[in-house]
């Protein structure tokens, strides 16, 4: 669970609350859309205290070169229509799940047998999921 550690040592910030329809999400998503993501799901936390952010992002790829073409467009596409930059990231490294950390959205990129190992959609399981269409 090392890419999760950074999450409990930052806090969420309080004032901007996101909806589902935050030009944030949408243009997260959209950067994952483009680069061919796959089994994306957006969970929504806003309702559980422990919480470390309103949302997660969770989709995969395929390889590791897709992993760091999704999380380059990612970052590019934030910054360029909404201004922000991640707050921190990890797993550039390795490339098997990389984490880009907005403050109140999480995006987790990761391998198929990665995700299947950490089950993120488990143990988030109060959370409100959406699946988006790949």
């Not at 957006?42 to 309702?47: P, V």
């Not at 952010?53 to 395929?62: H, P, T």
């Not at 897709?66 to 797993?91: L, M, S, T, Y």
Request: glycine content about 2%; proline content about 2%; charged content about 30%.
């Amino acid at each position: 669970m090392e890419q999760l550690s950074v999450l409990s040592n930052r806090k969420k910030k309080s004032a901007a609350r996101l909806t589902k329809a935050s030009k944030i999400i949408k243009t997260i998503i959209a950067a994952i859309q483009e680069k061919k993501g796959k089994n994306i799901i957006s969970l929504d936390l806003r309702k559980i205290n422990e919480a470390v952010a309103d949302f997660f992002i969770v989709c995969e790829a395929g390889s590791q070169p897709q992993i760091r073409a999704i999380a380059d467009n990612i970052d590019d596409k934030v910054r360029d229509k909404c201004g922000e930059k991640p707050f921190h990231h990890e797993g550039y490294n390795n490339l098997q799940w990389v984490l880009i950390d907005y403050v109140n959205v999480v995006v987790h990129v990761m391998l198929p047998e990665n995700r299947k190992f950490y089950q993120l959609e488990e143990m988030w399981s109060d959370a409100a999921a959406e699946t988006i269409e790949d």
